[in-house]
């Protein structure tokens, strides 16, 4: 087996994991904004826990094709998952189901894209909003006292998410073109 397959193969078992994990996560007994925290910090089962733990694991940089394509695929995944037990347990309301699916919609346009054309800006032009929202309104309902907070905090989550969708699909990607294109 080549390097290559072996290191597809270790890719699709983290993966494979991660979404196994999601729904573990999801049955737990446990506040929905914690889960939702552990969601996003799942995303690190890829790459970034195997990577510290393993001496020998996948190249994850974002130069990688094949690992942004399957974190992407993953991703969506899960957040399938997160948004039909968000709307099958009424965490939030009808209207609040509505906007979370939009951007949900809004993001797997911009995935789509990505994945068919293989251009990152695609995922900074249909920034990621649906998980951190998704966040941001857990913990809300959670601390009712946060309430009369809600646009701010939506606020500074939109461009809290702007700010590092660029710094992932557009900054990052361009830079490191440059650092190969000059070595």
Same mark, same amino acid.
């Given at each position: ?7 597809? !193969?270790? /890719? ?5 994991? =991660?979404?196994?994990? #999601?729904?573990?996560? *999801?049955?737990? +007994? ?67 189901? !509505?906007? /979370? ?5 809004? =993001?797997?346009?911009? #995935?789509?894209?990505? *994945?068919?054309? +293989? ?5 900074f032009y249909f920034p990621n ?7 941001a309104l857990s913990i809300i ?43």
């Amino acid at each position: 087996m080549s390097d290559t397959n072996l290191q597809k !193969k270790k /890719l699709l078992l983290s993966d494979c994991i =991660r979404v196994i994990i #999601t729904y573990i996560i *999801l049955l737990l +007994n446990i506040p929905d904004f914690v889960k939702i925290f552990l969601i996003m910090i799942s995303d690190t089962l890829d790459c970034g826990v195997p990577v510290l733990l393993l001496d020998d694991w996948i190249d994850c940089k974002d130069t990688s094709v094949f690992y942004q394509q399957m974190d992407k695929i993953t991703d969506t995944i899960t957040y399938i998952m997160l948004l039909i037990y968000i709307i099958n347990k009424n965490v939030f309301s009808s209207s609040m189901n !509505k906007v /979370l699916i939009g951007l949900f919609a809004f =993001r797997l346009v911009g #995935t789509s894209l990505f *994945l068919a054309k +293989n251009n990152h800006s695609y995922l900074f032009y249909f920034p990621n909003f649906f998980l951190e929202v998704c966040l941001a309104l857990s913990i809300i309902f959670y601390l009712p006292t946060l309430k009369k907070y809600l646009i701010p905090i939506l606020f500074g989550v939109f461009i809290y998410k702007l700010i590092q969708e660029y710094y992932l699909h557009v900054y990052k990607p361009s830079h490191n073109r440059k650092e190969n294109f000059t070595e």
